[in-house]
């Protein structure tokens, strides 16, 4: 079945919207605060209104379409192109670097769900998939960005009524005292309806050395809901792989829970290097021809250093790269600056790195991202 | 008798999925819903007894379905309503609010005669099921 949803992605890029037509404005963000609608109530009204449209986008285009017979049968491709999920499988193709492997878990993911939608039409009853996901991989590997996209990929399917992404730790789960901690799972369960739960270093959830300890307690919670709520949320576990591991072995009922384990490979250097050109696209910054070998030279040493977090880092260093050239321009010579210099990023600003002269950086300065 | 109260009084009872509707409604509003529980049935019993605190930031009707389903196997016997806050300056009042569940059976009201002075006559509703102690008031279905 994996194998007919590919052909029918492979099939469909020429057809579907192109490249720049990417998804309109209704992506959602992570966790949005509810707007007070105090003053304009009629326009967030109307807002939400088409929010809850475009919420039944997915169905209504079931509805609309023929039986599904043995004699009429029904366009993948349209479908596909109707529910605008290609529109951010392409995003994810474009907006990340690598990932192959996640990507391509992902594609098999969106084509089970829409072979599922279409079973469904023509009569074959089979129950919703289990969708809870585990994340594992080392930080700034991409785990939280590719869980926001996963919640609008399942919200244009329609298997997700809104489609938000709500991110927490342990602080938000468990609780302080006796009796604390199942309404706090329950109140953070109730926000995500409808959307994502996200649970960042889901590990810390269980303490083995603490037979005591709350965490327990938000597990059988969780657990309870991940199984009789299947189709109002959707549970995404990340963290390290080694412990994610170790979790689901002393929490078995977790594991058998969670259909999809995904691992998030650590970026190549030349993959990093993607990223940060992306990243300074879409800040508008340019690198020099030199400050791009030195980046690339900076990013090599980054990468041997301890606490390495792969794009997170990349993005600290290039925050520090700016702060340096804003030095410069600002201290600078030239008293005229274009808008070329504004925007280019040059050799100096990063060869500047206290990475590049080992002497004077002790080992685990809180700079080491610089 | 069937007791009616609320902003869906004259429909029959709601299902799940209408209830799940009329609380997406709320929620597109932006109104704080809650869910409340008695087994007082006098009209003049407006303040019942909440069911956890009001949900603010929910998303989906989920949410408060999941709370109205704890409530009513919690309390199979009492009625429990769902309420819509409007929390807009200058509103500031209850914007909806429904009967979601009731008990199997509904006793009704009788009316009491009292003589006061100057052969004035008061009335007043007497509720059959509060001449049994709170929590007892309806049988087990």
């Known amino acids: ?370 | 008798m069937h007791i009616t109260q609320g902003t869906f009084s004259y429909l029959p009872p709601f299902t799940d999925e209408q209830i799940r509707a009329q609380v997406q409604y709320a929620i597109a509003n932006g109104w704080a819903v809650s869910v409340e529980f008695t087994d007082d049935p006098h009209p003049r019993n407006f303040l019942w007894e909440m069911w956890g605190l009001p949900m603010f930031d929910m998303k989906d009707p989920a949410a408060i379905l999941l709370e109205v389903n704890r409530c009513r196997e919690a309390y199979p016997n009492h009625y429990v309503r769902v309420n819509a806050y409007d929390a807009r300056l200058h509103r500031q009042t209850t914007a909806l609010s429904f009967i979601v569940q009731r008990p199997a059976e509904e006793p009704g009201f009788r009316l009491d005669r009292q003589d006061s002075h100057d052969r004035q006559i008061r009335y007043t509703l007497h509720p059959y099921a509060t001449e049994r102690p709170e929590g007892e008031r309806y049988p087990r279905a």
């Not at chain 1, 059988?220 to 809901?225: A, N, S």
């Not at chain 1, 058998?256 to 650590?266: E, K, L, T, V």
């Open chain 1, 1 to 370: 079945m994996a194998d007919n949803g590919s052909h029918a992605f492979n099939m469909v890029p020429g057809k579907s919207a192109p490249p720049g037509a990417g998804a309109p404005a209704d992506d959602t963000p992570v966790d949005d605060k509810r707007p007070e609608n105090r003053g304009g109530a009629r326009d967030s009204e109307r807002a939400r209104n088409t929010d809850a449209d475009s919420a039944e986008a997915g169905t209504s285009t079931l509805e609309a379409m023929p039986e599904i017979s043995d004699a009429g049968g029904v366009d993948v491709a349209e479908l596909v192109r109707e529910t605008r999920v290609f529109d951010v499988l392409h995003e994810l193709d474009t907006e990340l670097v690598g990932l192959e492997p996640v990507k391509t878990r992902i594609r098999e993911i969106a084509s089970l769900l829409i072979v599922d939608m279409l079973r469904r039409k023509a009569g074959l009853e089979s129950d919703r998939p289990t969708l809870h996901m585990s994340f594992t991989g080392s930080p700034g590997t991409g785990k939280t960005t590719v869980a926001m996209r996963m919640a609008t990929i399942l919200h244009r399917l329609g298997y997700l009524a809104k489609g938000h992404l709500v991110a927490v730790t342990r602080d938000d789960l468990v609780g302080q005292y006796i009796g604390h901690t199942a309404p706090k799972t329950r109140e953070v369960l109730k926000r995500a309806m409808g959307g994502v739960l996200f649970i960042d270093e889901a590990y810390y959830l269980y303490r083995q050395e603490n037979e005591r300890d709350y965490g327990q307690e938000s597990i059988e919670i969780l657990l309870q809901v991940m199984e009789n709520q299947r189709q109002d949320v959707v549970v995404v576990l990340a963290g390290y792989k080694d412990r994610m591991e170790t979790f689901f072995q002393s929490n078995p009922g977790m594991g058998s829970r969670i259909a999809h384990h995904i691992d998030f490979p650590n970026y190549t250097l030349d993959e990093l290097m993607a990223i940060a050109k992306l990243m300074l696209k879409e800040q508008r910054y340019e690198l020099s021809p030199e400050a791009e070998s030195a980046l690339h030279d900076l990013i090599d040493i980054r990468m041997r250093r301890p606490r390495f977090a792969n794009a997170r880092s990349v993005r600290n260093a290039l925050e520090r790269a700016r702060l340096r050239q804003a030095g410069r321009l600002v201290s600078g010579e030239s008293g005229f600056l274009s808008k070329a210099d504004l925007m280019r990023i040059d050799e100096e600003d990063i060869r500047k790195s206290s990475l590049f002269n080992p002497e004077t950086e002790p080992a685990l300065a809180p700079a080491a991202d610089s």
